[in-house]
Structures are given as C-alpha cells and as structure tokens.
C-alpha cells in the first residue's frame, strides 16, 4: 500500500529539451515572418546550425560527469527512503501480528503510531523528491550555460546567425545534416574537460 509511494525512476532524468534551452524554433518562424516584407536580402543570408542536447549529454565528459553526479545524488536519497520503508513494514507486521493479542486500546495506539509514522515518512519522501528536482535543476543549469558558451564560440567562428535544437520534442522537424554542430561541440566540451586546470 505504501511502499509505492515514492519512485525516484520517476522523476524526470535529466533534460526536458522541450523548454528549448539555446534559441526556441518559434524564433526562427517569428524571425522569418518579421523579416520577410523588410529584409528578404538578409533572411536569404542567415546561416543556421542544430545541436542535439541529449547527444552532447551522453557523448560529454562533461555530461558523464552530470549523470554520475546526481546519480550519486539520488541513490543516497533512495536510501535514506529505504529505511524509512523497512520500518513502516517492521510496525505494520508487528501489529498485524499482534493484532489478537493486543487489548483494543493498546492496538489503537499501535494503529496510530503507524499512521504518525506513515505521514512522517510522506512528508520525507516528497521533501527529498524536491531535493533531487533541485539538485537536477542545478545541475542541468550548469551543464546548459557551459554547453551555451561552446555553441556561441563555435556560432561565432562559423559565422552562424541562429543555432536551433534538435531531437525529440524540439520543434525541429527537418534540417540538413550540413547544419548539426553538435560533433563540434562534443569535441570542444572534452578538450575544456581535459586541459589543466589553473591552479
């Protein structure tokens, strides 16, 4: 009854690509509707690149490093609601095995120390539910700003004037291959993880 009340597989992994997180693909169709009666010279023009977040995530030592941190970060989590688990059950077998023995008002204090704990062990569960969210939120901020400053240098050497996101549920739904940067980013995210660091 209770041991399903909390799953931490449930909790969203990690990037939710459709809040966009570079440019939206709404800009490139406001952008192109605003430009078109004025300046169709410099629409013709703009050069456009794609990445693929969820690929720079998972081919990044950078992104590695994320997902094993908040793994670490929410199997501590998940223990601490194990515990909470195993006593919830100690009691509950306790007073179904006793149940019989037990005069009416002493089951009744049973009955509610089980429920006093129950409602201590909700409260945990959702408090830690908004510590991993948190923590995924802070971690996911980070990973975006520095994934956001390679793009903007490789945006600027490449003279692209607008880099869209591509992959599930980005709005992207078609580009040429010519366009996807993301190699170059991965490439660069690993280099800036494997020089030194200044002391």
Request: hydrophobic share 40%; charged share 30%.
């Amino acid at each position: 009854m209770w041991s399903k009340v909390f799953d931490f597989s449930s909790i969203r992994y990690f990037f939710d690509i459709s809040s966009g997180w570079l440019i939206l693909p709404l800009l490139l169709s406001v952008a192109s509707i605003s430009c078109a009666p004025i300046q169709k010279d410099l629409q013709s023009n703009l050069i456009v690149g794609v990445v693929d977040p969820q690929r720079i995530l998972l081919e990044t030592t950078k992104g590695k490093r994320l997902s094993e941190a908040l793994n670490a970060f929410m199997k501590d989590r998940q223990l601490l609601v194990e515990l909470e688990q195993k006593e919830l059950r100690e009691l509950e077998e306790e007073i179904r095995a006793q149940r019989t023995v037990l005069s009416e008002s002493a089951r009744a204090l049973k009955e509610e120390q089980f429920r006093q704990k129950m409602g201590g062990y909700q409260q945990k569960v959702a408090d830690l539910s908004r510590e991993v969210q948190e923590k995924q939120r802070e971690l996911q901020n980070e990973f975006r700003r520095q994934v956001g400053l390679v793009v903007t240098e490789i945006a600027k050497a490449r003279n692209l004037g607008l880099v869209l996101e591509h992959g599930p549920n980005s709005g992207t739904l078609f580009y040429e291959e010519s366009w996807d940067i993301s190699a170059e980013v991965i490439q660069a995210l690993n280099q800036k993880s494997d020089a030194p660091e200044i002391p």
